[in-house]
């Protein structure tokens, strides 16, 4: 428990909020599962597109929106008596899961889609179903295209324009820890990146509650840059705001998500149904089109036309993955020092 | 010249009253206005001043397809709100009746145990019950939300009741009984219709107050159902989605048209 | 008496928590008479009349009606109409649907015929369909008395029925029920605090002070022969003064005054007394008098025919003295004067201890 | 023993202290539990020995303060005005009032949003005057959160206020007039004393609510104001600290407590001084 990261509270997450002794909402056992998704747009996709097919395979799918973070909390919260039958997260909390215990490798031959999948995806503890490419999107009507994450800190125009985020973002994190690289520092020496923003916070344009709370600053023109994954950059498009991506000089930081099956889980065939659908070419092709525009992990589908615009399937595959274990490491004392330094 | 000071002070008095009494109206209401106006936005973001007037966001938000999870949540969050008024009500109005009636010494020890979710920040209750339940072994639920508002909610229509029990002439129910009417007909007939404006003005309060509810929907509520609080708050900041504003409008309206109704129907001595 | 007609309250007591508000009350009240429980605020009268009604039950004794025992049968049985204190009209129903009320169990052509017998009676037909809000004080008393009347009860109870009008409607109204009660006949126990008013509608009062009955009788009785200090005083006025026994009909007043009686008194020699008189059994006088006591005169006003003279005795005690204006004597303000009294009409009571 | 004439109460009162009493007993009960199990005050004192929580407590009360302060200062003028208005007017300003207490959080939330950011129409006046050198944002500071919220509970102070002066007697202020005050002070020493009383409950429920109205905090507030809602929601659902957490609900209830209790005690003390 001491070793979870902490992560900035935000309104999202508290739609999903840790209980110690949730027991599974009451629905009909047998058939069904209950499955965590990411809420917002992740949570409207996937209950569209993946409910209907889940139902063909003859399971009732609840779609549970819960953060990353709340996922592992609730499931810490309730030993034995799992909440949820099938997790969705990133590496970096796929690496607590793993240490507590709390998800069980999978047996691929349950999973008809498995060899369609590109190797990066096929981990043993669970299908990768999409990766997010992380970089930074600006808006150009008011700014230049930025050369990466120091120009954001070191050339003017972009002061009172950029958003940050505490270190429960995953994506923010990758960029601290990218950052912290740049101006000479290690994942065991954070103090460049802290004295950089310590230094920069007088002009900084707001610091986010959460990632998406960055999007709607963004829409309201109170921010005009901010960390974020191509997956953002596609939904402000959507909605019709001007939004452009940039990769960092130092690489893209990127980050699987995948789908673990909860150890105890009430209903593992329903589980490997769920991750059937998640990874199946047809759901991925509707994925991948807008709102969501989810990078496919399925070889048999194409890069739909707006993930194109931002990545190329060279890009991905030379990403920069960070070192989670490091990360893990330190994320609670990361947090910690992020918090007291911007609370005014 | 001490005239002059007497009518400029008096002049300066009717300018406080009327020119920053009607500033602070407008503050109040501004933004509620605003939120209306935003509404029939015909732009794609929520900038102000809008860029001109449409009505898609009302057509998107009444839209199945599209918006489908609100109305779910909408509905879970009617539901729950529903429940929370019969339930309050049901317990709530014969205490209150009672209570008017009850000796001095047992209602001045009892209203404040009843009175005390009013000034408890319901976030602290939430977090209690949350609590309480898990040590009980059980888990959030419909069951659990509805108490818990019901409980958070209670003393709302328990002050615009009793307010009004206490008012109402005790001899009017024995007038009633020396007519020969029974418990139950003096109840209906004559207890009731007394008590029945604080009866609506507090169910109006208690509605409004669950359906808008966050923490105690929060800690307690089913993950697998989405209330309406919950997800326009996520609504509001994942995007800032023009159905917040369509919404926002449905809500204003209802509100302004049940509080004109409430008005007519017997707020007049509601409060 | 007959027990098997009229109203009979034997034997009540009640309390309130602690504090027993009725000590062994008990009166009667003839079939179709009027009674009027008279007495200062918190003498129990309101509760001896909630107690017949049956709007609380006493702790002991018993309230019977017509032969039945009333004590323990409910409220809502008991067929007794009652007028409340301030009416407690059914402000949501109109005036008649207020006299219906108590008529639920008749069809509703009965029911309508008798509302309307009622409004007819009270004078209130045009009235029928306003709200109770909207009538004046004297036309909600008036449906208020109609609404009791009309479930034909066996008696009639009315608390404080004229106590929220104006002093010239009172009178109006008390001759009215004065009028109704002839015509019906009723059986009918009335509380007022206001003994004129008492005296106007009823022909037997029950004055009644600290829980306790204290007389019984006619007005005429209770002014006359009162049963205690409290009547005497509560009763029209009367003049205190406090004295001392000296011998079988002999008494001296504080201030030496010697009053020789012309019957007897019972009280033993040197026993401390307290010594009544109205202010019409006074005569005043500029010269001193054999068994008048010495006064000052403070002022007179004139009432009609009368004069109401106000003096102050030595030991300070204030006394009220009415006579005819055209005879005696007009003395200056201050002047010694000599008030002898009626010796027939004096009364003597045990030494007023409480000051009341 | 249970009084016939109470009977109909008891199922509300038996409701009360099950599911709202004893939760928040048990809620003091947690509180009291250190990390290695033992019992003790070690959670209050770990919490106001660290000086970055302090300052949220107090950064609370001090928010819950000035919200009461500016909404008392906006609401003189609207209750001044209620006094002199007529009966059709005052039925106005009281739909008026109860309008923003009615609509959803989400909606004055909302609205807000719109209004303080960068592009709303505060920002935007004042830039286009010329009285700032770029477009500013009230969002996410303190200033901006204030104003928000004493719109949000402007009308639990007014409403109490207006009930008392629905019954006030209308004589008293032309008693002072007649008496040979001016305006100002014939309102000031003939009306606002029998206020008072409703002011200072209105100042309980204004200062309770500012504190603990979580969603404005966190929408309009931002990261980088953080209050005690904020802090237990984070000890609970992203630290998981629950005895922790419970222990700063517990002071949240008791700073709240004591000024309710402050404020009760003088109400009666002016009540006292009213007879006098």
Redesign the interface.
Known sequence: MTNMSRRAFTLTGLSALATPALIRPARAQGGSLVAATFPGSWEDAYRTVLTPMVQEAGYELTIAPSMAQDQIARLMASPGQPPYDALLVSPGQSDILVKEGLIEEIDPTRLKNWDKLTPAAQDAWGPHVTIEVNGIAYNPEVVDKPSGYRALFEDEQYDYNLALIGFGSNTATMAYTEINKAYGGTYENMQPVFDLLESYLPKIGAIATSGSNQMTMYQQGEIAVFMASTGNVARLRELGMPCEFAHPETGSPSVPVAIHMVKGASNPDAVYAYMDAAIDAAAQVQLAEPPTAMIPTNTEVPYSEVISQFVTPEQVANAVYPDWQAINEHRSEWTETFDRLVVR | MLDTRAKFSTALYWVFVWGCGLLVLAFMIGPILLALVMSFNSGSTLRFPPEGFSLRWYEMLFDPIASGPIHTAAKNSIEVALSTVALVTLITAPAAWALARAPKRFSGSVEPILLAPLVLPSLVYALAALLALSLLGLGPSFIAVLIGHAAVFAPLMFRTVLGLAQRQNPALEEASETLGASRIRTFLRISLPGILPGIFAGAFLVFMQSLDNVSVTLFLGDPGRTMLPLRLFAMLEESLDGRVAAVSGVLILAAAILLVVLQRFGARDAR | MMSDTGLHIRNVDHSYGDKQVLHDVSFDVPDGKVVALLGPSGCGKSTILRAI???ITPDRGTISLAGCDLTRVQ????????V???F?L?S?MTVAENIA??L??LPKTERKARVERLLELVRLMPFADRFPPSLSGGQQQRVAVA??L??DPAAL?MDEPFGALDRALRAELQAELVRMQDDVGITTVMVTHDQEEAQAVAGQLVVMNDGRVEQVGTPEEIYDRPASLFVNGFIGHANQVAATVTGPGGLRTADGTEIAMNRAVNFIPGAPVTVTSRPEHLTLSTRIHPGAMQARFDRAVVMGQFLTIDATLADGTAVKAQVLRDDGPRPEKGEAVWLSPDTSRLHVFPANTNGA | MIRKDTLLSWPMIAFMVLFFISPLLLLAGISLRGEDGSWGLGNFAAFLSDPFALGVLTGTLGLGAKVTAFASLAALPLVMLYWHSGKRMRSVILICTLLPMLTANVVRTFAWVVLLGRNGPISQTIFGLGLSDRPFSLLFSETGLIIALVQIELPLLLLPVFAVLNRADRKTLEAAEVLGAGRWRAWFSAIFPQIIPAVLAGWVLVFASATTSYVTQSVIGGARLIYLPQYVYREVGVLFQWPMAAAISILLLASTGVIMLCLTMLARHERLQGHA
Do not use: E
């Not at chain 3, 809502?76 to 009652?82: E, I």
């Open positions: 009604a049956g709007l409220v809502r049985n008991r067929k007794l109409g009652m409340f204190q301030n407690a059914f949501h009320y108590g639920a169990h609404r009791a009309a479930t109870l």
